[in-house]
T-cell receptor, first 116, second 111 residues
Framework: EPEVTQTPSHQVTQMGQEVILRCVPISNHLYFYWYRQILGQKVEFLVSFYNNEISEKSEIFDDQFSVERPDGSNFTLKIRSTKLEDSAMYFC??????????????FGAGTRLSVL | QKEVEQDPGPLSVPEGAIVSLNCTYSNSAFQYFMWYRQYSRKGPELLMYTYSSGNKEDGRFTAQVDKSSKYISLFIRDSQPSDSATYLCAMSVNRDDKIIFGKGTRLHILP
């Protein structure tokens, strides 16, 4: 069964460093999302991406964050200068197009980001 | 008032029991309602999907949506220890919209 793949599974970084979280969405999907989940809290929307541009972003997604689809398969989230409060699980999700796709988003297993 | 409210539990029930999980929400514009299951340190996995009001059944799982009361439910029949996980209710306004999640209910099925 097709799945969303995220790498690395765990990323440890020093405060102020840049990190890039990588995702390979399901191959025929056209809508891409990043969510995060701080330990013990709910899953929160960060950004949605379609047709090579951001569709919507949350208040969390400030100038320190950026997303990119550098080729036909990868979707990345970059945090330019990490802060302690960026420590969380980051989930990538993707969705197909067309009426049948509804709003069924498929999630990856996540990248645990630990900022020290 | 929070957009989506869900009792975090934990909820412990004996194996074989019927489990009832629910969420309330405040935004009447929500049209798409989902239940995701999340195992520890894993990503959310879609269990059930419902558009607008009504019931949907899939094996041991039944999802109900009551838009007039802004209340959604998930029922698990003949619960198994493997059903032990966190169950997240989720909803969105439009088809390609962001998903708003509840905080999740931790469920333990006792053998």
């Amino acid at each position: 069964e097709p799945e969303v793949t995220q790498t690395p599974s765990h990323q440890v970084t020093q405060m102020g460093q840049e990190v890039i979280l990588r995702c390979v969405p399901i191959s025929n999907h056209l809508y891409f999302y990043w969510y995060r989940q701080i330990l013990g809290q709910k899953v929160e929307f960060l950004v949605s991406f379609y047709n090579n541009e951001i569709s919507e972003k949350s208040e969390i997604f400030d100038d320190q964050f950026s997303v990119e689809r550098p080729d036909g398969s990868n979707f990345t989230l970059k945090i330019r200068s990490t802060k302690l409060e960026d420590s969380a699980m980051y989930f990538c999700a993707s969705r197909g197009a067309g009426v049948e796709a509804k709003n069924i988003q498929y999630f990856g297993a996540g990248t645990r980001l630990s900022v020290l | 008032q929070k957009e989506v409210e869900q009792d975090p539990g934990p909820l412990s029930v004996p194996e074989g029991a019927i489990v009832s999980l629910n969420c309330t929400y405040s935004n009447s514009a929500f049209q798409y309602f989902m239940w995701y299951r999340q195992y520890s340190r894993k990503g959310p996995e879609l269990l059930m999907y419902t558009y607008s009001s009504g019931n949907k059944e899939d094996g041991r799982f039944t999802a109900q949506v009551d838009k007039s009361s802004k209340y959604i439910s998930l029922f698990i029949r003949d619960s198994q220890p493997s059903d032990s996980a966190t169950y997240l209710c989720a909803m969105s306004v439009n088809r390609d919209d962001k998903i708003i999640f509840g905080k999740g209910t931790r469920l333990h099925i006792l053998p």
